[in-house]
């Protein structure tokens, strides 16, 4: 935020992109609903164990950690999590990011087998949905977030990608 901005108390970006991550998980859980009641459960659960893992493993890392700052908000569970040194949060990003693979492959995997056992307009409109919230709002909105942020040069999400390569070589 700027300093002297009128509206310093509401950052536009978070708001977006912590809209566009509900409407992901909401989508998501709906998907897996309409293809099979018990997956939809099965998806929240994955949600709920996917984002604390990734948070036990990368925000210690995070120079937000002590500044309750997080762009996405993870701060406010993240803080149970003790600060923890020697490792960079770039490469503990890096290095853990697959924990939410799940979060983002299942619910277009189950919407495209729900619409390969039959066409469905509403499920269709829901992966569509899920893929336009996930695959476009998201990413813009955190690409925005990431110019501004105090971890950018630290931060695959949001560094220069060809300072990526680097980052090989460290613990």
């Not at 509401?10 to 998501?28: D, H, M, N, Q, S």
């Not at 490469?91 to 087998?113: H, S, T």
């Not at 469905?120 to 336009?132: E, I, K, P, Q, T």
């Not at 709002?137 to 990526?164: E, F, M, Y």
Request: hydrophobic share 50%; proline share 6%; charged share 15%.
């Amino acid at each position: 935020m700027r300093e002297g901005d009128a509206r310093a108390g509401v950052r536009w970006p978070v708001v977006v992109e912590t809209t566009a991550l509900l409407a992901i998980y909401a989508a998501g859980m709906a998907i897996a609903w309409r293809v099979w009641p018990p997956l939809g459960l099965v998806y929240l659960a994955v949600i709920l164990a996917s984002n604390l893992l990734f948070m036990a493993l990368v925000c210690p890392y995070c120079s937000h950690l002590e500044t309750m700052s997080c762009h996405s908000g993870y701060h406010l569970v993240a803080r149970f999590f003790p600060r923890r040194e020697g490792k960079t949060f770039a490469r503990q990003f890096q290095r853990n990011m697959a924990v939410m693979y799940p979060v983002w492959a299942l619910p277009p995997l189950a919407g495209l087998y729900g619409l390969l056992r039959g066409l469905d307009w509403g499920l269709l409109a829901l992966v569509l949905l899920f893929c336009l919230f996930g695959f476009v709002v998201l990413p813009l909105a955190s690409r925005h977030l990431c110019a501004g942020c105090a971890n950018a040069t630290d931060c695959p999400r949001g560094a220069p990608r060809q300072g990526l390569s680097t980052l090989e070589s460290q613990d």
